[in-house]
């Protein structure tokens, strides 16, 4: 009897072990911390030429203000506030003030996508088609009538994959954004939400309308930027059986500790919105309603998650986010991605879907590759790179392990090269 009870706790202790390593990484690391810049490679004095910089362009009204964050090797180096959130009101900007963070919304819905694939739920190559069955035989723009906006097409030579979608190769347009006027009033015409909205809309909704439109081209056959993250937004609820806020939320925000990203805002947090602005006569004014209401994501139905464009967020929170990339599909504890997986997302896809295509894309950001790095201030050969519609921009240098972040909300404005300046100026302030 004795022998029996000893070997049964012997399993149990063997079970336990087995379980707590497989759920939990060898070596969990910590979520970002505060830290003085010169101990992990940093020129505080270097990094005060960031205050001078983004201080110069609120004076000079070129912004009406900034949240910039750094970090390096997991802590965090850098991060203060510029200027006004809300001129008219006076409202000065906070770092945990919340943004529209538009397109950097993208690189989250891949995460999402990317974390199912690990799962098996499907291939990268398989047709969108396979899930969403309104894109079966997808034709090609071929001729359009300015009068009345009607069109011919001719049938595509391939279906649009998960691959395309993530690496803007699939064809789709981008309605009022499009750089083609054809397909600006083809998606006006069809009535097709492009970026944000208060009507009361599903993604399900928008996208089935979507995919009875023409593509620009053949998928797989030229890089254009797409609502390719919107169709990927919808294809998550269709795979995980969940809605893709919820997603999103459960599987991301919660596990990262990211409590400030979100599609729509609680009332708790309204007064944290930083207002979209732009100049009129020399004078800050907030940003009027056009094809969608700066508004979104406080009133209306908050019923439309885009998948390309949606989400709002604070510039510590998106800050972790990427620290998860660079640590390899990790932090704190949880890990959402695999090392492997993420060396995937990371490598340039586009010489594999087309020799033909210039351009440096992975499976959820674009990269910097050797000219990048070679003409300077870009980062490392790798940097992982996006930005967003109402001005804000991002990178991450996995060689460097530094992370920028710059959080802006205007719209419609000349000469702000801040953005630009700002990636320049956290590289030039490593010191080891």
Same mark, same amino acid.
């Given at each position: ?34 830290? +003085? ?138 309605? $009022? ?190 990269? $910097? ?41 205007? +719209? ?13 100026? $956290? ?6």
């Amino acid at each position: 009897m004795k022998k029996l009870v000893f070997i049964f706790l012997v399993s149990i202790f063997f079970v336990s072990c087995f379980q707590s390593k497989k759920d939990t990484p060898t070596q969990a690391s910590k979520t970002l911390s505060l830290e +003085q810049a010169d101990e992990v490679g940093m020129s505080e004095l270097r990094l005060s030429y960031i205050d001078t910089m983004l201080n110069q362009a609120v004076s000079d009204d070129i912004i009406p203000g900034a949240v910039a964050l750094v970090s390096r090797r997991g802590k965090l180096v850098y991060h203060k506030a510029f200027g006004m959130a809300d001129n008219a009101s006076e409202s000065v900007l906070k770092q945990s003030d919340i943004f529209r963070i538009a397109s950097q919304t993208k690189a989250i819905t891949s995460t999402a996508v990317m974390m199912l694939w690990e799962e098996g739920k499907f291939n990268l190559d398989d047709p969108i088609s396979k899930y969403i069955p309104e894109f079966k035989d997808e034709q090609i723009l071929e001729t359009f009538n300015e009068t009345d906006s009607t069109y011919t097409t001719k049938p595509a030579e391939k279906p649009i994959t998960i691959r395309h979608l993530l690496t803007h190769t699939s064809g789709l347009g981008y309605g $009022v954004i499009d750089g083609d006027h054809r397909f600006r009033k083809l998606y006006n015409k069809a009535g097709i939400i492009d970026l944000f909205t208060t009507n009361d809309i599903s993604i399900e909704d928008n996208i089935k309308k979507l995919a009875k439109l023409p593509l620009h081209h053949n998928p797989g056959e030229k890089f254009t930027y797409s609502e390719g993250l919107d169709v990927l937004g919808y294809f998550i609820e269709i795979v995980s059986g969940m809605p893709f806020d919820a997603f999103l939320k459960t599987r991301i925000f919660e596990p990262l500790g990211m409590h400030d990203t979100q599609f729509y805002l609680p009332e708790s947090k309204y007064n944290r919105l930083v207002t979209v602005q732009t100049k009129e006569d020399d004078t800050w004014v907030k940003y009027p309603i056009t094809f969608y209401d700066t508004d979104y994501p406080i009133k209306g139905a908050k019923r439309f998650f885009s998948g390309g464009a949606g989400l709002t967020s604070t510039a510590k929170d998106y800050a972790t986010f990427l620290q998860m990339y660079l640590n390899n599909g990790e932090l704190n504890g949880n890990r959402l991605l695999s090392r492997t997986t993420v060396e995937t997302i990371l490598t340039n896809q586009i010489p594999y879907i087309s020799e033909d295509i210039k351009a440096v894309h992975g499976l959820a950001f674009g990269l $910097v590759d050797k000219k990048g790095h070679d003409l300077g201030g870009n980062g490392s050969e790798g940097t992982f790179v996006w930005g967003g519609y109402f001005n804000t921009t991002y990178f991450a240098d996995p060689k460097e392990e530094i992370i920028g972040v710059l959080l802006k909300q205007t +719209q419609r404005i000349k000469g702000d090269d801040t953005s630009n300046k700002f990636r320049k100026l $956290v590289m030039q302030a490593v010191d080891d």
